[in-house]
């Protein structure tokens, strides 16, 4: 004679009852007919009016469905996903066979959450540079579904100020128990004074405003990284031949010799608390705050002294 087979949820519930006799210790989960719920997520807890353990009251049984809509859990969908994450042991069901889920609120309006976002971001674009035309940004927003059921709320998960051109920013939408983090990408149009050059610029001259014509550009449309302020050239010298008309970037920057190699330098040299000088002649050029190699001309000694400004070293023993 066949033996007859036992479903597999009739055998959850044995082995369920099984384990809670042996455990010595239950738990009651009531359904009640009907649950009106906000989140993003439901879990157990939305759906019960008493107490449950909390690893089981976070349990998630359905995900997020659209405002004004109804959905249905019952006891075999609930058992078996306590029974999946290990937490099913013993619970007792009482109350309704299944639960109808209301889904509350109302989708948000794309116009509304781009003018509350627009509102935190631009707390984060800088203040423009003087006489430069007004920055301004644009907002580029993922698809949102997020159900409002009290006012929007935005938390910005930035604190550095913008920079010109593309900008990723995580921005938090919550509203009521609702939450949702979106990428949000902003665009942001900054101005600055870019020189380009008059006239052909050899390499390592002397870089000076009137080398160059200074137009406001927007910098969120110029390629790399050009220079913006005219105090930006101070101390530098270029660091290629620029043609003329062509841009000056910071990469075209190089510190401008303050020692040349053949200078005769002073060179200052410091034992203790005393200080003396004597003149010494410069083996290869340097800039500020650099270790250049000198000679010595009072023992024609070879050292290495830091560079502290135009034909002045400095060795300390």
Request: aromatic content about 4%.
């Amino acid at each position: 004679m066949m033996a007859r087979r036992i479903p597999a949820f009739l055998v959850l519930v044995i082995l369920m009852g099984t384990s809670a006799a042996l455990a010595g210790s239950s738990w009651r989960l009531e359904l009640p007919e009907e649950a009106h719920v906000s989140g993003i997520q439901v879990q157990l807890k939305d759906l019960v009016s008493s107490p449950v353990p909390a690893a089981q009251g976070d349990l998630i049984l359905l995900g997020q469905g659209e405002p004004g809509t109804v959905a249905t859990v019952d006891r075999r969908t609930i058992l078996r996903k306590l029974v999946e994450s290990g937490l099913a042991a013993g619970v007792i069901f009482s109350g309704a066979q299944s639960v109808t889920v209301h889904y509350e609120g109302s989708l948000i309006k794309s116009e509304d959450l781009r003018l509350a976002i627009r509102r935190e971001v631009q707390s984060l674009v800088p203040v423009g540079l003087p006489g430069a035309p007004a920055s301004h940004f644009e907002l580029h927003l993922p698809e949102v579904t997020l159900p409002v059921t009290s006012d929007i709320q935005i938390e910005v998960m930035r604190n550095n100020p913008l920079m010109p051109g593309r900008n990723q920013v995580r921005v938090r939408v919550k509203s009521g128990g609702a939450r949702q983090d979106l990428p949000v990408m902003v665009l942001l149009h900054a101005f600055g004074q870019v020189p380009t050059a008059q006239t052909s610029i050899k390499r390592e001259t002397p870089l000076t405003p009137d080398l160059f014509t200074w137009q406001w550009l927007d910098l969120a449309e110029v390629a790399g990284q050009p220079i913006t302020s005219q105090s930006q050239l101070l101390g530098n010298c270029a660091g290629r031949t620029l043609p003329a008309g062509d841009r000056l970037r910071l990469a075209d920057l190089k510190p401008m010799p303050a020692i040349h190699a053949g200078d005769q330098v002073e060179l200052q040299i410091q034992r203790g608390t005393l200080m003396v000088s004597v003149k010494a002649l410069a083996r290869q050029a340097g800039c500020l705050g650099q270790t250049i190699p000198v000679r010595n001309e009072l023992n024609g000694r070879l050292v290495n002294a830091r560079v502290t400004g135009p034909g002045q070293v400095e060795w300390r023993r």
